[in-house]
């Protein structure tokens, strides 16, 4: 069964900075396009970040310039670093592996910026 295992979510500080990994298994890493999505309560899941299995990289506008996606495909492991985090980044921040015939979520990790 494939898994993916997001960890590093927390709680901050505005202006701190969390790093967040997603572990995939049972699935060949580099076939896959990775994501990370965030829900916040009330609204819908927004996209992130992505990155293909070549490194292009996309990114949501209200995060360029603060978070970086990057993957590791030696790990089968994905990263957001989020630095300058703001109260209105609090969510709960969910990996994404997507190929052109199947879709895969992780369980998701929450993410609340407070002071």
């Known amino acids: 069964q494939v898994q993916l295992v997001e960890s590093g979510g927390g709680l901050v500080q505005p202006g701190g900075s969390l790093r967040l990994s997603c572990a995939a298994s049972?699935?060949?890493?580099?076939?896959?396009?990775m994501a990370w999505y965030r829900q916040a309560p009330g609204n819908q899941r927004d996209l992130v970040a992505s990155?293909?299995?070549?490194?292009?990289?996309n990114y949501a506008d209200d995060v360029k310039g603060r978070f970086t996606i990057s993957r590791d495909n030696a790990k089968n492991t994905v990263y957001l670093q989020m630095n300058s985090l703001k109260p209105e980044d609090t969510a709960v921040y969910y990996c994404?592996?997507?190929?052109?015939?199947?879709?895969?979520w992780g369980q998701g990790t929450q993410v609340t910026v407070s002071s």
């Open positions: 049972r699935i060949t890493f580099t076939n896959y396009k």
């Open positions: 990155i293909t299995s070549g490194g292009t990289t």
């Open positions: 994404n592996a997507v190929s052109t015939l199947r879709a895969f």
